[in-house]
């Protein structure tokens, strides 16, 4: 008798032990680690590499999944998450067109999405979309301040013809205008191009006092050069997707002298002793460079590692009303990043709000400029 019921026994411990057993939280990573955008989706990945093994003692399980800078597989991506791997969070993609559609699956799935590029979806979208990038048009101020003071009163764009480039067309325009600035040119281009001559001639046949590059990594080095070659000699400006060593790697002495809005990560050591960012900044920065090489650094990375850190501040709540791979936890998740006070990331402190999904402000960007090969922080 005591044999026939050891299958049982057997049985009832396993099922008591797994009952018990703490669950992994399984996180759905799609990125451009290829294609055109592969210069950010690269550097995102090298810093979610440092992610600890476990959050709020709980085991982390990473998907990583790559879009190939492409929206179909970003889509592809996203569906497999949520049917397949029934994740509790997607993060990315670095890449703005690919990050639109995983808000999307994200929204259907009622699964957090953690977008590592400032994504701006019209009202009613985006619902489980926060950002861990600066806001289009916090950055966008920054330039346009910088303007100002420097007597800038007309002023060009040359950008991308997708999704990154068309926010900022629409929030610097915006903006601009209620400044008093005048657009005399807009040009676009897609991140596949090898050549914006065209662009570019009708861009500094205009005589803008400055020009706004809207475009990102390895592919921002390209319309500056275009444009400095054709014998343009006033203000040049680059976005956040810019602020990495690509730009000054590929734009040589073309791109000395201009101008970069950019997260904290990029230069940390020159934030003032008391803000909030800086000892996980430097100290991110330190352990980033130790593993990738020195200079290595760039706000695409740092977008990667900050993830955590909002999953450290809020998965403890989330626990307390749901276990890992339940609908559950993930909805807590949601409400917890809605509801916080405040979080610490190496970029700023992000403060969401259920209107609110980007949650940083005018401590979370620097200008910097570019000088002898080398970022220089703006002071004015």
Known sequence: MKTRFRPLIAALV????????????????????????????????????????????EKVRIIMLDDASDTTQSAKNGRRFITEDKV?????????????????????????????????????RGMWTFRVAQSTPLMASAIIEHMKKHGVKTY?????????????????????????????????????????????????????DAILIGASGSGSAMPHKAVVE?????????????????????????????????????????????????????????????????????????????????????VPQALKKGKPGTPEFRAALKDALESTKGITITQGVVRYTPKDHFGLEDDARVLLTIDNGNWKLVNN
């Open 156 to 208: 060009a764009y040359l950008g991308y013809s997708d999704a990154y480039g068309e926010i900022w067309y629409k929030s610097f325009t915006d903006l601009a205008g209620k400044a008093g600035l005048s657009s005399v040119a807009t040009e676009r281009f897609a991140r596949a191009d090898t050549s914006v001559t065209a662009q570019s001639l009708k861009i500094v046949a205009a005589k803008p």
């Open 230 to 314: 054709r014998n343009y000699k006033g203000k040049i400006y680059q976005t956040h997707g810019a602020a990495s060593r690509d730009l000054i790697r590929l734009g040589g002495k073309d791109v000395e002298g201009s101008f970069v809005v950019a997260g904290l990560a990029v230069m940390p050591e020159a934030l003032p002793d008391n803000h909030p960012s800086k000892k996980l900044a430097v100290d991110f920065v330190d352990r980033y460079e130790k593993q990738f090489g020195a200079g290595t650094r760039n706000q695409f990375a740092a977008h990667g590692y900050d993830a955590q850190l909002l999953l450290q501040a809020v």
């Open 14 to 57: 396993t099922a008591f032990a797994a009952a018990n057993a703490h669950a992994e939280i399984t996180i759905g990573v799609s990125l451009p680690l290829t294609g055109p955008a592969s210069g950010l989706g690269i550097p995102t990945k090298n810093g979610i590499s440092l992610w600890p093994e476990t959050i709020a003692g």
């Open 88 to 124: 509790d969070v997607i993060v990315g993609s670095t890449a703005t067109p690919a990050s639109v559609v995983l808000a999307d699956i994200a929204t259907e799935g009622k699964t957090v999405q953690i977008s590592t590029s400032p994504v701006d979806l019209p009202e009613g």
